[in-house]
């Protein structure tokens, strides 16, 4: 691969991502949306509610393992109540992204989706407040892959060749070829949709737990539950790589073994569950 993509043009390609001709007409319409600075609930409604489809696809999302609302949730409205506008939006983001992760990385949804499911398991376990906002964050953890993969596919085929080979994480590789990491693009994606710092952090510092300042229990969550979800090997993450736990996320989690059986099993019961839809 030639030197580096210089990283201010990569992060204003990122960053200019609703320009971008491929890009699916309903993920541009919901970044142009989330970009806005007081985005109503009713706004967020109305734009849902306007696509039929859109509609089935938040509503059986919402009624799935990830949410805790198994058949519970029969209107937009009524979902918007009670998971809140943060989630919405992040779900809606997931939702639009999941052609572009199907088209691009085969695995790669279902791997954020179990990510998904663990985190709302610990986040209870935690008993933190909102759980649906932990979920949301490890639902889009992996965001930036779709988008880069999108941005500079060739250059991300030899990233996902060079993990193969070396047997590297994908993460360590990009940052051998790559002049930001999918979790660095995350983060410029979710804070130029207007996300509240716990997700900002959550997405941006997943492999780096250890960085987060604002919200180091919900990325140290999103940290385990990544691996966690490999190394059970639920979907694909672009690499077969499991890396150990980093330490700081382990000691702020503490999670048992009866706790960590709880997750896996809650996440297999999802896998089960998506397969039978």
């Known amino acids: 691969?030639?030197?580096?993509i210089d990283l201010q043009k990569m992060r204003a390609k990122v960053e200019g991502i609703n320009t971008l001709p491929t890009l699916p007409s309903t993920l541009r319409q919901i970044s142009?949306?989330?970009?806005k600075p007081r985005l109503t609930m009713d706004e967020i409604a109305r734009f849902i509610t306007n696509d039929p489809a859109l509609t089935t696809k938040v509503l059986k999302m919402v009624n799935s393992a990830a949410y805790g609302f198994p058949g519970r949730i029969s209107s937009v409205s009524h979902a918007i109540m009670l998971l809140g506008l943060n989630?919405?939006?992040g779900l809606l983001l997931g939702i639009s992204v999941f052609e572009l992760m199907q088209k691009n990385m085969a695995?790669?949804?279902e791997h954020s989706l179990s990510c998904a499911v663990s985190a709302r398991c610990i986040a209870q376990q935690k008993k933190m407040k909102e759980p649906e906002e932990v979920s949301i964050c490890a639902l889009l953890h992996d965001?930036?892959?779709?988008?880069?993969?999108?941005q500079y596919p060739a250059e991300y085929e030899?990233?996902?060749?060079?993990?193969?080979?070396?047997?590297?994480?994908?993460?360590?590789?990009e940052k051998k070829l790559l002049a930001a990491t999918h979790a660095e693009v995350g983060l410029?994606?979710?804070?130029?949709?207007?996300?509240?710092?716990?997700?900002?952090?959550?997405?941006?510092?997943?492999?780096?737990?250890?960085s987060a300042r604002q919200a180091p229990l919900e990325t140290s969550i999103v940290h385990v539950s990544d691996i966690l979800v490999r190394a059970r090997g639920v979907g694909?993450?672009?690499?077969?790589?499991?890396?150990?736990?980093?330490?700081?996320a382990w000691d702020m989690l503490r999670l048992s073994d009866e706790e960590i059986r709880t997750v896996l099993i809650q996440v297999e019961d999802s896998v089960s569950s998506g397969e039978e839809n």
């Open 158 to 173: 030899q990233i996902l060749g060079k993990a193969e080979k070396l047997g590297i994480s994908l993460y360590d590789a």
């Open 236 to 248: 694909f993450a672009g690499d077969y790589f499991v890396p150990a736990v980093h330490p700081a």
């Open 143 to 150: 965001i930036g892959k779709a988008i880069v993969m999108l």
């Open 1 to 4: 691969m030639a030197d580096k």
């Open 32 to 35: 142009v949306m989330l970009e």
């Open 87 to 89: 989630v919405i939006r």
């Open 107 to 109: 695995g790669l949804w």
């Open 188 to 210: 410029w994606l979710a804070q130029k949709w207007r996300f509240p710092p716990n997700l900002v952090e959550a997405i941006g510092f997943h492999h780096q737990p250890q």
